[in-house]
């Protein structure tokens, strides 16, 4: 048996250690890479992030590539668990931790904070998203025009709120925004950005839209985990009585979906138009563009027991205009709402959605 050989059969045997069978960053199964410098098994994707960082990390194919006596050694005396206990020490509960589904900017800034920068290796360390105020510019999105403009932005703890300003010297804010309103979410494709970031807030009992990003994949990434520490210290003093563990769900979250679907009116007799969906919890939101700063309007879905329903196919004799043939109808205890999608897959993941929430029993609100 050659040396390589050898190695490769030795990495396969370490890899069936516990922890060791998933990505030591963003939980991937099947792990086909290695830092042989930290003694992590990574994925494919976490791997071209360890590359960025040489200094810190050396990674090497598990299959490909030639491996010494001395790094299999290394991987099997440390391993994902042992290095986990090192790296991940002290994370903060409410420090988002990326899976593979999350974007490139929140994987590459975790793997930095965490190798890099060693932010959670010691208990006690002082954190920027910590601060008790957080100032500084974000490139934010005009609402009529379009355009990315220099906003000065001001979180604060003891205030409990947001607030952004259109000039940097401005004495009132252009908004004000409550911290147990806001929800934010990495949306590098919609913006057009790889660091974009949408913060959805309530205005006026509607929900209004920024969309925002910063140079810099830690600045952005930072604001991101600074509004999640503050809205969790706002959470423990309006629920004096609930654990982390309750609270942190409440934080920010991922939509469940978004895409294009088309819809028709109230009277259902209106042609069908074509709007961008977002479903957000039990809220379904359609805007006429993906970046509009305000829903056109929502529906809400609530649970089977309320008599709210989702249905593929439209009702007999619905006029269907458009190009897109894949009905659904949801039914509310108000009336009918009748969509249809491109693609028979697309039909089929919304309706696995919206069945999904309507099975849910409804969750106590802090919004």
């Known amino acids: 048996m050659s040396t390589n050989e050898r190695a490769t059969r030795a990495l396969k045997e370490i890899l069936q250690k516990p922890g060791n069978d998933v990505c030591a960053d963003c939980g991937a199964l099947d792990p086909g890479w290695g830092s042989c410098s930290l003694g992590v098994f990574i994925c494919l994707d976490c791997s071209g992030i360890h590359r960025n960082i040489p200094e810190i990390s050396k990674v090497k194919s598990l299959r490909l590539s030639h491996w010494e006596d001395q790094e299999v050694q290394f991987m099997a005396e440390n391993g994902n668990g042992l290095m986990k206990a090192k790296?991940?020490?002290?994370?903060?509960?409410?420090?988002?931790?990326?899976t593979h589904k999350d974007c490139q900017v929140l994987r590459e800034q975790w793997i930095r904070a965490k190798y890099e920068r060693k932010e959670f290796s010691k208990p006690g360390k002082s954190l920027t998203y910590e601060s008790e105020t957080r100032e500084g510019t974000l490139m934010k999105r005009g609402r009529d025009n379009g355009q990315?403009?220099?906003?000065?932005?001001?979180l604060s703890e003891r205030e409990g709120n947001l607030k952004y300003y259109t000039k940097y010297d401005a004495k009132e804010p252009k908004?004000?925004?409550?911290v147990d309103t806001i929800n934010a979410t990495f949306q590098p494709e919609k913006i057009g950005n790889p660091n974009g970031l949408q913060i959805t807030y309530l205005k006026d009992y509607s929900t209004r839209n920024i969309f925002v990003y910063h140079d810099s994949g830690k600045e952005i990434v930072d604001w991101f985990?600074?509004?999640r520490a503050v809205q969790l210290q706002y959470l423990r003093v309006a629920f004096p009585g609930a654990t982390d563990a309750e609270l942190v769900p409440k934080l920010t979250r991922n939509f469940v979906k978004e895409g294009y679907m088309e819809k028709t009116g109230p009277r259902q007799t209106e042609g069908f138009?074509?709007?961008?969906?977002?479903?957000?919890?039990?809220r379904l939101m359609y805007f006429k563009d993906p970046l509009d700063a305000f829903a056109k309007g929502e529906v809400f879905l609530g649970n089977n027991d309320n008599h709210y329903s989702a249905s593929a196919g439209l009702p007999p004799g619905t006029h269907c205009n458009g190009a897109w043939q894949y009905g659904i109808t949801i039914e509310t205890p108000d009336r009918s709402f009748l969509f249809t999608c491109?693609?028979?897959?697309?039909?089929?993941?919304?309706?696995?959605?919206?069945?999904?929430?309507s099975l849910k029993s409804h969750d106590y609100k802090h919004k």
């Open 87 to 98: 790296y991940e020490a002290d994370v903060p509960v409410y420090y988002y931790k990326p």
């Open 148 to 154: 990315f403009l220099n906003r000065r932005f001001v």
């Open 175 to 178: 908004a004000v925004i409550k």
């Open 225 to 227: 985990n600074s509004i």
């Open 273 to 282: 138009k074509k709007r961008w969906f977002t479903l957000d919890q039990r």
């Open 342 to 357: 491109e693609t028979e897959s697309d039909q089929l993941d919304w309706l696995k959605h919206f069945k999904n929430v």
